[in-house]
């Protein structure tokens, strides 16, 4: 199953600096993502690239990781999103979504949500002590439904609120807090 990282964000809280290339643990925020979803054993990553899409592209590692732009991201999470799910493989039977901004993810939380995976009609997210965050995890069955119902910043809440969802606790496992202001910077110790 790839991974599907959402990375395209201007970082218009954080005075428009574009969160995939913030500085984490010694490489951009994206690079961190891309590796914690190949640890967790995600094959292949689809990463959706807006907001100084060129500045990312050069100066990110990103190896075999397929890079697409999405020329909309200005209108929210929902074009980046249908963006990625257009450039999955054929034939992808779910896809794992990532956030750039949620570095405290873990490859555990991935591996735990992965293992969910049944088949195509698969709906399952990470809950921390209860309650469900990201990553999250889409059978290809609700390909369908994301492209008639996912607007704006919305993403995928349609379709997390019309069906049942499975949760997977990974309470322990990784923190799934996103980085919005400046104070997150600090706390995650990004400069």
Not at 85 to 114: I, M
């Amino acid at each position: 199953m790839p991974a599907l990282v959402l990375a395209a964000g201007g970082g218009s809280r954080l005075g428009g600096r574009p969160k995939a290339l913030l500085p984490y643990r010694g490489r951009p925020l994206l690079e961190h993502v891309l590796a914690v979803a190949a640890d967790g054993g995600c094959d292949g990553a689809v990463a959706v690239l807006g907001a100084a899409a060129e500045e990312v592209r050069a100066g990110a590692e990103t190896g075999d990781c397929r890079l697409v732009d999405n020329p909309d991201w200005r209108t929210g999470m929902a074009s980046s999103l249908l963006a990625g799910l257009a450039a999955l493989p054929p034939g992808a039977s779910a896809v794992l979504v990532l956030l750039v901004d949620t570095p405290g993810v873990t490859a555990e939380a991935v591996r735990r949500l992965r293992s969910a995976h049944t088949g195509r009609a698969d709906l399952a997210a990470c809950a921390y002590a209860g309650r469900r965050a990201h990553p999250v995890l889409i059978g290809a069955a609700h390909f369908p439904f994301l492209r008639a119902t996912a607007t704006g910043d919305a993403g995928a809440r349609a379709l997390l609120a019309s069906r049942p969802v499975t949760l997977v606790d990974c309470t322990g496992a990784g923190v799934p807090d996103d980085l919005d202001t400046p104070a997150d910077l600090t706390r995650w110790g990004i400069a």
